[in-house]
Protein backbone atom coordinates (compact mmCIF):
# COMPACT_ATOMS: atom_id res chain seq x y z
CA UNK A 1 0.00 0.00 0.00
CA UNK A 2 2.76 2.48 1.25
CA UNK A 3 4.92 1.80 -2.49
CA UNK A 4 1.96 2.31 -4.32
CA UNK A 5 1.20 5.66 -2.65
CA UNK A 6 5.23 6.30 -3.00
CA UNK A 7 5.07 5.05 -6.75
CA UNK A 8 2.25 7.72 -7.12
CA UNK A 9 4.05 10.35 -5.88
CA UNK A 10 6.88 10.05 -7.69
CA UNK A 11 4.64 9.96 -10.93
CA UNK A 12 3.39 13.36 -9.76
CA UNK A 13 7.10 14.88 -9.64
CA UNK A 14 7.22 14.25 -13.83
CA UNK A 15 4.19 16.89 -13.89
CA UNK A 16 4.39 20.95 -14.14
CA UNK A 17 4.44 21.38 -10.73
CA UNK A 18 4.58 24.29 -8.94
CA UNK A 19 7.32 25.13 -6.38
CA UNK A 20 4.97 24.79 -3.32
CA UNK A 21 3.69 21.40 -5.11
CA UNK A 22 7.38 19.93 -5.42
CA UNK A 23 8.40 20.97 -1.79
CA UNK A 24 4.96 19.04 -0.66
CA UNK A 25 5.75 16.01 -2.97
CA UNK A 26 9.51 15.45 -1.65
CA UNK A 27 9.12 16.13 1.77
CA UNK A 28 5.55 13.77 1.71
CA UNK A 29 8.07 11.37 -0.45
CA UNK A 30 10.92 11.43 2.14
CA UNK A 31 8.76 10.96 5.22
CA UNK A 32 7.25 7.98 3.58
CA UNK A 33 10.40 6.29 2.75
CA UNK A 34 12.03 7.25 5.87
CA UNK A 35 8.98 5.19 7.14
CA UNK A 36 9.14 2.38 5.17
CA UNK A 37 12.76 2.12 6.17
CA UNK A 38 14.77 3.59 3.27
CA UNK A 39 16.29 6.38 4.91
CA UNK A 40 18.94 7.23 2.02
CA UNK A 41 16.19 7.56 -0.69
CA UNK A 42 14.65 10.08 2.12
CA UNK A 43 17.11 11.89 3.08
CA UNK A 44 17.49 12.22 -1.13
CA UNK A 45 14.24 13.64 -1.07
CA UNK A 46 14.24 15.83 1.73
CA UNK A 47 17.50 17.05 0.72
CA UNK A 48 15.78 18.28 -2.60
CA UNK A 49 13.26 19.83 -0.30
CA UNK A 50 15.57 21.99 2.01
CA UNK A 51 17.16 23.20 -1.30
CA UNK A 52 13.99 24.73 -2.46
CA UNK A 53 13.58 26.10 0.96
CA UNK A 54 16.73 27.43 1.04
CA UNK A 55 16.49 29.05 -2.05
CA UNK A 56 13.12 30.92 -1.29
CA UNK A 57 14.21 32.20 1.52
CA UNK A 58 11.75 29.99 3.68
CA UNK A 59 13.06 29.83 7.23
CA UNK A 60 10.06 28.01 8.69
CA UNK A 61 10.12 25.26 5.50
CA UNK A 62 14.01 25.18 6.13
CA UNK A 63 13.49 23.95 9.77
CA UNK A 64 10.13 21.50 9.51
CA UNK A 65 12.77 19.86 6.47
CA UNK A 66 15.44 19.84 8.79
CA UNK A 67 13.13 18.06 12.00
CA UNK A 68 12.26 15.64 9.30
CA UNK A 69 16.10 15.39 7.67
CA UNK A 70 17.48 14.53 11.31
CA UNK A 71 14.65 11.95 12.07
CA UNK A 72 15.64 10.45 8.30
CA UNK A 73 19.39 10.44 10.09
CA UNK A 74 18.52 8.81 13.09
CA UNK A 75 16.88 5.65 11.20
CA UNK A 76 19.78 5.51 8.74
CA UNK A 77 21.91 5.32 12.25
CA UNK A 78 23.53 8.64 11.65
CA UNK A 79 22.80 10.01 15.13
CA UNK A 80 25.29 12.85 15.14
CA UNK A 81 24.69 14.03 11.51
CA UNK A 82 21.13 14.02 12.80
CA UNK A 83 22.05 15.80 15.96
CA UNK A 84 23.35 18.69 13.81
CA UNK A 85 20.58 18.85 11.87
CA UNK A 86 18.66 19.28 14.91
CA UNK A 87 20.61 21.92 16.03
CA UNK A 88 20.69 23.73 12.94
CA UNK A 89 16.67 23.52 12.64
CA UNK A 90 16.87 25.05 16.39
CA UNK A 91 18.81 27.89 15.83
CA UNK A 92 17.13 28.80 12.41
CA UNK A 93 13.65 28.58 14.35
CA UNK A 94 14.76 31.58 17.27
CA UNK A 95 11.87 33.37 15.27
CA UNK A 96 9.71 30.41 15.03
CA UNK A 97 9.73 29.28 18.59
CA UNK A 98 6.49 27.31 17.78
CA UNK A 99 8.85 24.31 16.58
CA UNK A 100 11.25 24.72 19.38
CA UNK A 101 9.85 21.90 21.55
CA UNK A 102 9.81 19.81 18.27
CA UNK A 103 13.01 19.91 17.67
CA UNK A 104 14.00 19.01 21.32
CA UNK A 105 11.86 16.00 21.45
CA UNK A 106 13.54 14.51 18.80
CA UNK A 107 17.02 15.87 19.52
CA UNK A 108 16.35 14.25 23.23
CA UNK A 109 15.57 10.98 21.22
CA UNK A 110 18.17 10.81 19.46
CA UNK A 111 20.80 11.43 22.54
CA UNK A 112 18.90 9.03 24.41
CA UNK A 113 19.57 6.21 21.26
CA UNK A 114 23.09 7.61 21.89
CA UNK A 115 23.12 6.63 25.89
CA UNK A 116 23.55 10.20 26.20
CA UNK A 117 20.87 10.47 28.85
CA UNK A 118 21.80 13.79 30.75
CA UNK A 119 21.56 15.76 27.57
CA UNK A 120 18.51 14.15 26.27
CA UNK A 121 16.64 14.81 29.83
CA UNK A 122 17.46 17.87 29.12
CA UNK A 123 16.32 18.85 25.97
CA UNK A 124 13.14 16.78 27.16
CA UNK A 125 12.85 18.91 30.13
CA UNK A 126 12.91 21.87 28.24
CA UNK A 127 10.27 20.47 25.36
CA UNK A 128 7.68 19.42 27.74
CA UNK A 129 8.23 23.15 29.72
CA UNK A 130 7.42 24.60 26.48
CA UNK A 131 4.76 22.52 25.58
CA UNK A 132 3.30 23.11 28.77
CA UNK A 133 3.38 26.28 27.70
CA UNK A 134 1.23 25.56 24.40
CA UNK A 135 -1.37 23.69 26.69
CA UNK A 136 -1.11 20.53 24.30
CA UNK A 137 -2.12 17.46 26.30
CA UNK A 138 -1.18 15.11 23.70
CA UNK A 139 2.24 17.12 23.16
CA UNK A 140 2.92 16.88 26.98
CA UNK A 141 1.89 13.29 27.42
CA UNK A 142 4.52 12.17 24.57
CA UNK A 143 7.13 14.25 25.91
CA UNK A 144 6.66 13.22 29.36
CA UNK A 145 6.23 9.57 28.51
CA UNK A 146 9.84 10.23 26.33
CA UNK A 147 11.42 11.38 29.86
CA UNK A 148 9.90 9.05 31.53
CA UNK A 149 11.91 6.39 29.51
CA UNK A 150 14.98 8.09 30.44
CA UNK A 151 14.56 7.96 34.11
CA UNK A 152 14.39 3.87 33.71
CA UNK A 153 17.35 3.55 31.53
CA UNK A 154 19.13 6.10 33.66
CA UNK A 155 17.93 3.58 37.01
CA UNK A 156 18.70 0.73 34.90
CA UNK A 157 22.52 1.76 34.18
Do not use: W
Not at 100 to 109: N, S, T
Amino acid sequence: MMKNIIMEGEKLLTQNNNDNDLYFLYGTLGNLYRIIEQPQKALAFLNSCLDFAQKNGNIQKEVITLIRIGEALKYDNQHLMAIRAFNEAIHKCKDLEIYEDFILQHKGKCLMELGKLEEAERCLLKSLKLRKIKNDSSLIDSTQKAIDYVYRLKNIL
